[in-house]
């Protein structure tokens, strides 16, 4: 459905995770879907309460050593993300805003 519609733009997507970043094409909104927010024992705590309530979910692909889920899940994202929020924050933000720098003389 992201693809189909005209108005938005797929920046990042993979055969695996499907869309993973998508802006409109006038650039005002841009949508980042999975959870590069997440800590490295978020996904975790939620895939042991879906074992427990017995949903029988997969086991996260990538995120356990050897998608294990008896070892302690690795923290790879984070660079990441925090480069993908500052990029955002540096481009959209700071970039487009009309600052006007004042020399004041004493």
Do not use: C
């Amino acid at each position: 459905a992201i693809e189909a519609t005209k108005d938005l733009e797929v920046l990042i997507s993979s055969e695996e995770t499907g869309v993973s970043v998508a802006h409109t094409k006038d650039q005002r909104f841009v949508f980042v879907f999975g959870h590069v927010e997440y800590d490295a024992d978020t996904l975790a705590k939620e895939y042991e309460r879906d074992v427990k309530e017995g949903l029988h979910p997969q086991v996260p692909v990538n995120y356990y050593p050897k998608d294990d889920s008896r070892q302690k899940p690795l923290l790879r994202w984070r660079s990441t993300s925090n480069m993908l929020f500052t990029n955002w924050l540096n481009y959209y933000v700071y970039q487009e805003t009309p600052f006007v720098i004042e020399q004041i003389s004493h």
